[in-house]
T-cell receptor
Framework: AQRVTQPEKLLSVFKGAPVELKCNYS??????LFWYVQYSRQRLQLLLR??SRESIKGFTADLNKGETSFHLKKPFAQEEDSAMYYC???????????FGKGTKLTVNP | EAGVVQSPRYKIIEKKQPVAFWCNPI?????LYWYRQNLGQGPELLIR????????DSQLPKDRFSAERLKGVDSTLKIQPAELGDSAVYLC??????????????FGEGSRLTVL
């Protein structure tokens, strides 16, 4: 069975500080990994996916198959980054998407 | 484009009452998902449709939950009878799946159910 673990329920940093939201997964095959974000009073939306290898809003995430991790990083956090972040996994060739429990990021001024 | 539209946004009912949620996906999206999100948790898949066919309903509590997607467009999710533990946000999402790979999911605003 697929499982996504986000060990931090809450994460608080100051503006301009680096931020890393951790995500570990459990899956025997080759997964596709995603980060979804939900800003206050907005709907859940895709932030980035590992296959696109792009930086969105300054965020990057690298899939580490050896450590089964897909941590989300940003070198300089901004107040507008405050939101709920969900890591999600989809087995390759499947349309099923499994979410972690989420991490609430607060960026303080 | 309004995106995925869900209604009602909020619903408060007493236990044992029935409740229904409606979802209109983004035009052209062939795949529709219903997720349940409990407080402090991530979304959990209840059922997934490809067009009008339910292809994954393994997590749907079939004794009290039912869903349908007539004509492969709009979908309804029903709970009858509701229990206290059903209090949650019910999220609908849609995507355009190509070649069996997960596309970006577009979510609705959710329907928040409170069972008293």
């Amino acid at each position: 069975a697929q499982r996504v673990t986000q060990p931090e329920k809450l994460l608080s940093v100051f503006k301009g500080a680096p931020v890393e939201l951790k995500c570990n997964y459990s899956y025997s095959g080759s997964p596709e990994l995603f980060w979804y974000v939900q800003y206050s009073r907005q709907r859940l939306q895709l932030l980035l996916r590992h296959i696109s290898r792009e930086s969105i809003k300054g965020f990057t995430a690298d899939l580490n198959k050896g450590e089964t991790s897909f941590h989300l990083k940003k070198p300089f956090a901004q107040e507008e980054d405050s939101a709920m972040y969900y890591c999600a996994l989809s087995p390759v060739g499947s349309e099923k998407l499994v979410f972690g429990k989420g991490t609430k990021l607060t960026v303080n001024p | 484009e309004a995106g995925v539209v869900q209604s009602p946004r909020y619903k408060i009912i007493e236990k044992k009452q029935p409740v229904a949620f409606w979802c209109n996906p983004i035009s052209g999206h062939n795949t529709l998902y219903w997720y349940r999100q409990n407080l402090g948790q991530g979304p959990e898949l209840l059922i997934r449709y490809e067009n009008e066919e339910a292809v994954d309903d393994s997590q749907l509590p079939k004794d009290r939950f039912s869903a349908e997607r007539l004509k492969g467009v709009d979908s309804t999710l029903k709970i009858q009878p509701a229990e206290l533990g059903d209090s949650a946000v019910y999220l609908c999402a849609s995507s355009l799946v190509v070649a069996g790979n997960t596309g970006e999911l577009f979510f609705g605003e959710g329907s928040r159910l409170t069972v008293l």
